[in-house]
């Protein structure tokens, strides 16, 4: 009997060193390398493998907010950055998740991200209604950029399939095929300063012009829910822009699957904002990463209960 008992305790021991191993071994859904989520995301994965001990976390390069939810969606060890309207969409099995639903959940508010209508001088576009008959990347593939600016070219009162010839470019190669002039203009919805854009805007030759569309948010949230706000990319952000670009911004959440424990959760929610000086180094949008963001509202997903739990201890409550 004793032995039996001895053998049990061993394997319950090993299901348990099991678990915790699978925990601690995350993977993080980033974005592309022109974007912030991938350089914010390498911080991050930095700072949980240095300070959280035995967690190992890696950062993935991926096609942006609607593959990390996918990958989330898989079940196995992922948080993910996404933004806020296409994690509604997985949450409630819509557009791009139609009949697979992810049960995911919030960890934090992280940034705002501004939607950028991009051009160059000598394209003659200069409003939303000049991309008809235009080649325009709206995002690539399994990007929010594209749930996003799909959303914009139809408040826009365009047709995104007969109105444009459309490309899914990421940015950086949005970037590369605007300089070739092999399309006139490109959507990307990111943080500031976004490295690529930066690097159209700097690059010898080249003016960059910024589309305004903030006037369109309206439209947007009649059909698709409070999810988008009026914002202002400033003109001393790329080089180049002769005035305030006003345009269209929506949330940035980092996020988890529900079945992710709530310790492994509350580690790592503690983890972003004990050492939020490594995460700014990695990128200035982590300045953004603040408790003043942190209400039930401002994500239109469940929270998760490890995050809310920790979030409580700095006097941050949620109501679930």
Same mark, same amino acid.
């Given at each position: !009997?004793?032995?039996? &008992?001895?053998?049990?305790?061993?394997?319950?021991?090993?299901?348990? &060193?099991?678990?915790?191993?699978?925990?601690?071994?995350?993977?993080?859904?980033?974005?592309?390398?022109?974007?912030?989520?991938?350089?914010?995301?390498?911080?991050?994965?930095?700072?949980? +493998?240095?300070?959280? @001990?035995?967690?190992?976390?890696?950062? *993935?390069?991926?096609?942006? @907010?609607?593959?990390?939810?996918?990958?989330?969606?898989?079940?196995?060890?992922?948080?993910?950055?996404? !933004?806020?309207?296409?994690?509604?969409?997985?949450?409630?099995?819509?557009?791009?998740?139609?009949?697979?639903?992810?049960?995911?959940?919030?960890?934090?508010?992280?940034?705002?991200?501004? =939607?950028?209508?991009? %051009?160059?001088?000598?394209?003659?576009?200069?409003? !939303?209604?000049?991309?008809?008959?235009?080649?325009?990347? %709206?995002?690539?593939?399994?990007?929010?950029?594209?749930?996003?600016?799909?959303? &914009?070219?139809?408040?826009?009162?365009?047709?995104?399939?007969?109105?444009?010839? $459309?490309?899914?470019?990421?940015?950086? *190669?949005?970037?590369?095929?605007?300089?070739?002039?092999?399309?006139?203009?490109?959507?990307?919805?990111?943080?500031?300063?976004?490295?690529?854009?930066?690097?159209?805007?700097?690059?010898?030759?080249?003016?960059?012009?910024?589309?305004?569309?903030?006037?369109?948010?309206?439209? =947007?949230?009649?059909?698709?829910?409070?999810?988008?706000?009026?914002?202002?990319?400033?003109? +001393?952000?790329?080089?180049?822009?002769?005035?305030?670009? $006003?345009?269209? @911004?929506? =949330?940035?959440?980092?996020?988890?699957?529900?079945?992710?424990? *709530?310790?492994?959760? +509350? $580690?790592?929610?503690?983890?972003?904002?004990?050492?939020?000086?490594? &995460?700014? $180094?990695?990128?200035? *949008?982590?300045?953004?990463?603040?408790?003043?963001?942190?209400?039930?509202?401002?994500?239109?997903?469940?929270?998760?209960?490890?995050?809310?739990?920790?979030?409580?201890?700095?006097?941050?409550?949620?109501?679930?």
């Amino acid at each position: !009997m004793i032995a039996k &008992l001895a053998r049990l305790g061993v394997a319950a021991l090993a299901l348990g &060193l099991a678990s915790v191993a699978s925990a601690q071994n995350l993977s993080i859904g980033t974005g592309g390398t022109g974007g912030v989520y991938y350089p914010l995301g390498g911080g991050l994965a930095a700072a949980l +493998s240095k300070y959280v @001990s035995g967690m190992q976390a890696t950062a *993935e390069v991926t096609g942006g @907010s609607v593959a990390n939810l996918q990958l989330i969606g898989t079940g196995k060890p992922y948080i993910g950055f996404t !933004m806020a309207d296409a994690t509604l969409d997985a949450l409630k099995g819509d557009d791009k998740f139609k009949g697979k639903p992810v049960p995911v959940r919030t960890l934090l508010v992280l940034y705002p991200n501004r =939607m950028h209508v991009v %051009t160059v001088e000598g394209t003659g576009v200069t409003k !939303m209604s000049d991309l008809k008959g235009r080649r325009v990347s %709206t995002g690539s593939g399994g990007s929010a950029t594209e749930v996003m600016a799909f959303r &914009l070219i139809e408040a826009a009162g365009l047709d995104k399939d007969r109105d444009m010839k $459309r490309e899914r470019l990421g940015v950086a *190669e949005s970037v590369a095929a605007l300089k070739d002039r092999k399309i006139d203009a490109f959507f990307w919805v990111g943080g500031l300063p976004t490295g690529a854009v930066s690097d159209l805007a700097n690059t010898p030759g080249t003016k960059i012009k910024m589309i305004d569309h903030a006037d369109l948010v309206d439209k =947007m949230n009649q059909k698709y829910g409070n999810l988008y706000v009026s914002d202002t990319i400033a003109k +001393s952000v790329y080089k180049g822009m002769e005035a305030d670009n $006003r345009q269209a @911004s929506v =949330m940035n959440l980092l996020v988890a699957h529900r079945d992710l424990d *709530e310790q492994t959760a +509350s $580690r790592i929610v503690q983890t972003i904002f004990d050492k939020r000086e490594d &995460l700014i $180094r990695a990128h200035k *949008e982590a300045e953004n990463i603040v408790l003043e963001n942190q209400r039930g509202e401002a994500s239109p997903v469940p929270w998760h209960p490890g995050a809310v739990k920790f979030l409580a201890t700095k006097g941050v409550k949620i109501a679930q």
